[in-house]
């Protein structure tokens, strides 16, 4: 699809992690891309906890020490032992960059890989060397790592609970965009609804036929949600309504004249009479 090629998934999934942790928003900075040294190592976010000790309400983030690395894979990318390694790397780059010699030992960084589908060989690569606790439906946990791993599968994750992140798909399913609309309908804060514009703008243009079959069977959709999927459609049915106006103002002049014709009509009929009175 075109629009796919114009736009990346990456600014999308930041979103909509920033929207899984907003009840704990007021401890946690973002850093997108981060670079790992002078040279262009870079990994996909970089969330820093800025009181440790505090445990996040959601369950992705229950784990999170004080710096997390988190590796998102777009939908089609594998993700496999390569690139567990590479953010193994990258995170053993970026403890020697942070701490010093006498606290390269603590751990205090974890690493989180996404992707929708199940890296089933990573999987049981990874489970045949270490232990794997499954946390919850798509949360998978790897014990005795150099740092604290877990696996996230979006794909399997419960929709009520992860819906932003359910969301980063070329093949949604009805309920779960009607949850996602559902979701942003409930915002209030600005930030959070800046994210989820971002989402919702994308994810309607890449699952197009969805949105569009939505647009013309909820009725409940309010108008700002109708803009924001399908500006387009909203801005035809503008000038429809528009034509629309314009025609039935032109009517209502034209019955206006029609009745000042009849109206003369009647008067000229009335003078005739008048000056050819019956004998």
């Known amino acids: 699809m075109e629009i796919e090629t114009k736009k990346q998934w990456h600014p999308v999934f930041c979103a909509a992690v920033e929207l899984e942790f907003r009840e704990d928003k007021d401890i946690l900075t973002y850093e997108r891309e981060y ?3 002078k040279k262009p190592l870079q990994i996909d976010l970089l969330i820093i906890k800025k009181e440790p000790k505090r445990q996040l309400k959601n369950e992705i983030g229950d784990f999170f020490l004080e710096h997390n690395l988190l590796e998102y894979k777009s939908p089609g990318d594998s993700l496999n032992l ?5 953010v193994l790397g990258y995170a053993c780059l970026y403890k020697y960059d942070i701490d010093s010699i006498d606290e390269l030992l603590d751990t205090n960084i974890t690493i989180s890989l996404l992707r929708e589908e199940k890296p089933v060989k990573l999987l049981k690569q990874l489970s045949d060397k270490y232990s794997v606790v499954v946390k919850a439906p798509g949360i998978y946990r790897f014990q005795d790592t150099l ?6 599968v979006t794909k399997e994750l419960t929709l009520e609970m992860h819906t932003w ?3 980063l798909t070329r093949s949604m399913e009805y309920g779960n965009a009607e949850q996602l609309l559902h979701n942003y309908g409930g915002l209030e804060d600005t930030g959070d609804r800046k994210n989820a514009n971002v989402i919702v ?3 309607s243009n890449v699952n197009e036929a969805l949105f569009t079959r939505i647009l013309k069977e909820d009725a409940r959709m309010t108008e700002a949600l109708k803009e924001l999927i399908a500006p387009e459609l909203v801005k035809l049915r ?3 309504q528009d034509k629309d106006l314009m025609l039935a103002s032109q009517n209502e002049k034209l019955t206006e004249k029609d009745a000042e014709i009849a109206s003369l009509r009647q008067k000229l009929e009335e003078a005739m009479r008048a000056s050819h009175p019956e004998t």
């Open 201 to 203: 703008d994308f994810v």
């Open 147 to 152: 740092f604290p791993l877990q696996i996230l």
């Open 238 to 240: 503008s000038i429809i």
């Open 82 to 86: 390569a690139t567990f390694y590479k």
């Open 165 to 167: 992140l359910c969301s």
């Open 35 to 37: 670079n790992l040294s």
